[in-house]
């Protein structure tokens, strides 16, 4: 039974690489990894780690773990390798990108061995990506006879 209206702390995540409490920054912070505007970044400065935030986010939620430069390389060639996939869904389904990415990143959690529901490509740490890439490409291999077939039917 609750009492009241629960108080959900601020979510404040902390630096996968070293552990230190990652910190909010913006564009114009001398901090701040980019020259243009990408939104507020949770940063680890020491190893050059961060992650935005949910898009409207009130709350400046995380959108997964912060990742340093080989982690979001690897995000980079997952995300390369999965959207052919998607963009095949979406041309024969009439699906939109977001629910064709979505089932994309579910049939991958799976493949990988990732609780699905809390799956993203922000949520893979450098190991479940490169492992996320070999399904990807081991898939586009297989049907490389048949490009029109996408991974994203399968479940
Ligand atoms: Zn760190």
Known sequence: MRVGRPVKPLPHPNC????????????GDEA???????????????????IGIFPRSTRNVPLGRLAD?????????????????????????????????????????????????KCSIHTLDADQCERAIAVVEHFAQERGQHPSDSAVDER
Request: aromatic share 8%; with cysteine; proline share 6%.
């Open 32 to 50: 701040y990894p980019y020259r243009d505007d990408h939104g507020p970044l949770w940063m680890c400065a020491d190893c050059q780690a961060w």
């Open 69 to 117: 430069a080989r982690l979001r390389d690897l995000k980079v060639k997952l995300h390369a390798a999965l959207e052919p996939l998607v963009q095949a869904k979406v041309r024969r389904d009439g699906c939109n990108v977001f629910e064709a990415r979505s089932k994309g990143m579910k049939w991958l959690a799976q493949a990988i061995g990732v609780e699905p529901d």
């Open 16 to 27: 996968d690489y070293c552990g230190a409490p990652a910190t909010l920054t913006r564009a």
